[in-house]
């Protein structure tokens, strides 16, 4: 049985906008996205502080307690193309690129699924970070909603 759930997919989606806002690097190049925990890899220069790791979590957390909608709009490929980065989407992918939205926060193409609203995902808990030659690692998993 997979352990794929919309809910981690979707704080994936507001990690990764975390990421590019707060060091202007680019979404996480590879991830592995499970029920009980996931992981997020990111080119970087170095290791995070804490305080860093802190701040992370705090602004993810501050996003998904907006209960932000998260909403999808299919694009043409050229016009997706101008906006995003299209290296990720499978070979597959025709000419009708899926936009996913969380709320004002987040823009990405994807071809996953997602919840409704942020509300549902529950409060994101940092794990570990760890750096190795150029790749920062995030491992994090979800509290959910009583």
Known sequence: MKSYNPEMHT???VLN????????????FSNHLERKKSKCDYHFNRALTSEEEQVIAGKVNEMLMRH??????????EEASAQFD?????????????????????ACPCIGEHVKNTKEVGEFVLGTTSYDNGVLRI??????PQ
């Open 11 to 13: 704080a994936e989606h």
């Open 17 to 28: 906008q975390t990421m590019v806002q707060l060091f202007e690097c680019n979404r996480s």
């Open 68 to 77: 932000l909608d998260v909403t999808e709009q299919i694009v043409g490929r």
């Open 86 to 106: 299209l290296d990720k989407l499978p070979d597959t992918t025709g000419e009708e690129i899926r936009i996913v939205r969380v709320g004002d926060y987040d």
């Open 139 to 144: 491992r994090f998993k979800l509290k959910r």
